[in-house]
């Protein structure tokens, strides 16, 4: 019967706006929480129409939230190096606790970018959700093709006191075309007694270069050079000083590392074909110990980057005064952290107190097909769905994902004014529906009076 049909069409719109009413409610209680994303709600029918043309059958409304995601919210400036936003498509990669997250873990993503150190030195935000992100090696790279598996929490606070040794040394110097040669280089052999090492033969050009090993020790490298009779090559020595600091193997002796010949082009640049590959080669060093400490340091391996043949970017021959340009010497003892710098990319980089910086975490952007379709979860967090699709891991800036915003916080996407007028029209029509209920009460009662 069309009356009582009607009373239930009334009821399924109390359900409906009581339902609307309760997210208008979430929205405006959250206008302040950062990276929250508003919820609408949206009507339909419920239609049980038959195919009789002289009557009809009341159905009711239903409402069903809407999740605006994708929407992007107001980026506000903040004091605080380690607040992130993204400008643009994606999200931050969280987990719940500050363990390894392994491949399939309780991996969850958020917009709330409020991420602050706790006592243990992991970044979290207000909502104790820890900011994942790819380790960078000592070298830059990132390991295993940026999986899942390789995620990490962020913790910068454990690179204090740390130390790398060095790996490569980038030199940029130029020996002089015109310099005489020296009559001791007639018997010049590199050997113990006639080396540039032992210091029984003069060079033409020496300079110092600091190298660090495993445990951050700094040692002195000296390169030392002596022009050669024959046209556009030099004897190259480098070694130790002091020698007692590396054990050396015949034939090399007095500290030294690496012999051999350097030679130019004739327009002054590096020939690296006919320079010797002793040079070139990476050069292994076995460190003593130390009889003060007995400190042993690893084994280093140092490639020496003489420059690019034919390229005037390394060392040169040129008529100017030999000197070392510059030098470019990787490794450090990197001291204690003071702070942490994240660029727009999502790299994160550690300050050290020595000025010293580090490259040491790579921050993923998670973009997906359908933002809207994700889960919501606890803390302003959404998780995988059927509706959301699989979720890609983009470096901020590439592939569809946003830029990472450092010192900003994402601003709640609710504007207060249209909440308000939701609340008013939402409470209109749930009065509205009350009537419907009433009024069909009334009638069913004048029914009922009939038989009277």
């Known amino acids: 019967m069309s009356l009582y049909a009607s009373l239930y069409s009334g009821v399924s719109g109390l359900t ?110 207000t909502a104790g959700l820890y900011l994942l992100g790819f380790p960078i090696q000592s070298d830059g790279t990132i390991t295993q093709n940026r999986e899942i598996s ?100 015949a034939p090399l002796h007095s500290g030294q590392i690496a012999t051999g010949t350097l030679a130019f082009n004739s327009d002054g640049t590096i020939d690296i074909p006919n320079t010797s590959a002793s040079l070139l080669a990476p050069v292994g060093i076995t460190w003593t110990v130390s009889a003060a400490n007995a400190a042993l340091a690893t084994p280093s391996t140092i490639t020496f980057d003489f420059g690019t043949d034919g390229v005037g970017d390394g060392f040169t021959q040129f008529d100017s005064l030999s000197t070392l340009i510059s030098s470019s010497v990787d490794g450090a003892v990197f001291g204690n952290v003071t702070g942490v710098e994240i660029s727009v990319d999502g790299t994160v980089t550690a300050l050290f107190d020595n000025g010293l910086t580090r490259e040491v975490y790579q921050l993923p952007v998670a973009v997906f097909q359908n933002p809207d379709g994700l889960t919501r979860r606890q803390g302003n967090s959404y998780t995988l769905s059927d509706d959301s699709g699989e979720f890609a891991l983009q470096i901020g800036g590439t592939g569809g994902a946003g830029f990472v915003a450092p010192s900003t916080l994402e601003a709640s996407t609710v504007d207060l004014s249209n909440e308000f007028t939701q609340l008013i029209t939402t409470q209109r029509a749930f009065s509205a529906s009350t009537k419907i209920i009433t009024t069909a009460d009334e009638m069913l009662s004048e029914l009922n009076n009939v038989k009277r």
Do not use: C
């Not at 809407?66 to 506000?76: H, Y």
């Not at 987990?95 to 706790?118: L, Y």
């Open 16 to 125: 409906a706006y009581s339902s609307a009413m309760g997210m208008i409610s979430d929205n405006i209680v959250n206008v302040n929480t950062v990276g929250y994303k508003e919820t609408r709600a949206s009507f339909t029918t419920l239609v049980t129409e038959s195919r009789s043309t002289t009557s009809y059958s009341p159905g009711g409304v239903q409402s069903l939230p809407r999740s605006l995601i994708s929407r992007q919210g107001l980026l506000q400036s903040s004091a605080s190096a380690t607040d992130l936003s993204i400008d643009g498509a994606g999200f931050f990669v969280v987990g719940n606790s500050p363990t390894v997250i392994q491949e399939e873990g309780p991996i969850a993503f958020t917009r709330a970018g409020s991420f602050a150190p706790d006592e243990a030195g992991f970044l979290k935000n």
């Open 150 to 249: 390789a995620l990490e929490p962020i913790n910068v606070s454990g690179l204090t006191g740390t130390a790398e040794s060095t790996t490569s040394v980038r030199f940029r110097a130029n020996l002089q075309s015109t310099q005489d040669v020296n009559p001791a280089e007639a018997t010049y052999t590199g050997l113990a007694g006639f080396s540039m090492a032992d210091g029984s033969i003069d060079s033409d050009f020496q300079r110092d270069i600091t190298i660090y090993d495993s445990l951050g020790t700094a040692h002195t490298v000296t390169i030392a050079a002596l022009k050669s009779t024959t046209a556009n090559e030099w004897h190259v020595e480098m070694f130790i000083d002091p020698a007692s600091e590396i054990t050396t193997t």
